[in-house]
Structure formats: structure tokens, C-alpha cells
């Protein structure tokens, strides 16, 4: 979502750089129209819409690039704790294994 922003705002920077007017307005309702279907960005645009009276385009760039680094650092958080849970299974396995080893060879003998 952080290169779909960027690129989006990197389309207004050009449209603006060719002379021609941008209206807040506009590019918040472009912006948020944008965005995926997604659960969180429904929240997100509702959230915007109903706490603000007046609208300028930084603020709603800045609040929507917030939400991206806060869902990638949570995502992030959710993958290394799954990668440490993975990697406790996995010595409690290996550990099971050699135990059910050194059990199976007694009862074997």
C-alpha cells in the first residue's frame, strides 16, 4: 500500500509540475477512493471522514502513511513471533523425537 501512496503522490507532484491546479478536495477524495477494499482502510477513510471538518491533503497523506507503518510493524511482530513459536516446536519435536528414541531403545532391549 506505501507504493500505491507513492505513487500516487508522485502523480500529483507531475500534475502540479505541468501547471495545473489541484484542489485539497479533490486529491483526499482520489486518495481514499483509492484505497483497497480492505477492512482496516474502510475504518481508516471512515475515521477520517468523521473527525474532520476541514481537510488538507498532508494531513490525510501523513495519517494514511501511519496506519501503513503501524500494520507493517504488527505484521512484522506477528511473523517473528510465529518464526519463534516455529522454532520452539521445533526443539520440543527434536527433543521428543530423541526421547521416544531413547525409550523405544529400552523397551526394545
Known amino acids: 500500500m506505501s507504493d500505491h501512496i507513492r505513487s500516487f503522490l508522485n502523480l500529483c507532484h507531475h500534475i502540479i509540475k505541468a501547471g495545473q491546479k489541484l484542489e485539497d478536495i479533490h486529491l483526499i477524495h482520489a486518495m481514499l477512493f483509492s484505497l483497497s477494499c480492505l477492512t482496516i482502510w474502510d475504518i481508516v477513510k471512515q475515521n477520517l471522514l468523521?473527525?474532520?471538518?476541514?481537510f488538507i491533503f498532508n494531513m490525510v497523506t501523513t495519517e494514511l502513511i501511519a496506519v501503513i507503518n503501524?500494520?507493517?510493524?504488527?505484521?512484522?511482530a506477528?511473523?517473528?513471533?510465529?518464526?519463534?513459536?516455529a522454532k520452539q516446536l521445533a526443539l520440543f519435536a527434536k527433543s521428543r523425537s530423541s526421547d521416544t528414541r531413547g525409550l523405544l531403545g529400552v523397551v526394545c532391549t
Open 50 to 54: 468523521d473527525k474532520r471538518k476541514t
Open 78 to 85: 506477528e511473523k517473528t513471533e510465529k518464526k519463534g513459536k
Open 70 to 76: 503501524q500494520t507493517e510493524r504488527d505484521c512484522q
